[in-house]
């Protein structure tokens, strides 16, 4: 199961790095928006990941697109990553995994480690990019030119 290219993204609430409610309707179906899941923070995959959303954070922002990573972690330990590595954007914590199943993140080495899987969404809340891969430093490229395509129709 788990949502797939062309799918609207159902409403969730969970909580966001500063502990406060998060209502996925105050962005998706507002703005163009990258979801990406990740395995755990303070992992070298994981920091390379956000780093590279970070460094191109702007380009997203001036798209009038907004990011979000969600992985399992704490907020505590959102907060501690997001200070450590200077992330301007919103992390959501996702402890038992709710999201990633509603998404449809699948697990990866043998159901060992959580899947790392990257969404673009429309103004209209529609996936319009899922990609999965394990290897941290594509998913950048494939949101951003997804984005761009999305913003220039």
């Known amino acids: 199961m788990g949502l ?13 790095d500063s502990g406060e409610d998060f209502q996925s309707n105050s962005v998706i179906g507002k703005i163009p928006v990258v979801i990406y899941f990740y395995p755990k923070n303070f992992t070298p995959g994981c920091v390379k990941e956000a780093c590279d959303f970070r460094d191109s954070y702007a380009d997203f922002k001036s798209a009038g697109a907004e990011v979000i990573g969600i992985s399992s972690d704490s907020i505590k330990s959102h907060e501690r990553f997001k200070r450590k590595y200077q992330l301007p954007f919103i992390f959501l914590s996702d402890t038992k995994g709710k999201l990633r199943k509603l998404f449809g993140v699948k697990s990866e080495l043998l159901g060992l480690l959580p899947g790392r899987e990257t969404y673009v969404i429309d103004r209209q809340g529609v996936i319009q990019l899922k990609f999965n891969s394990m290897n941290a430093s594509k998913h950048l490229d494939k949101a951003i030119t997804k984005i761009k395509e999305i913003v220039n129709e």
Do not use: W
């Open 4 to 16: 797939e290219v062309g799918d609207k993204v159902p409403e969730f609430i969970t909580k966001n």
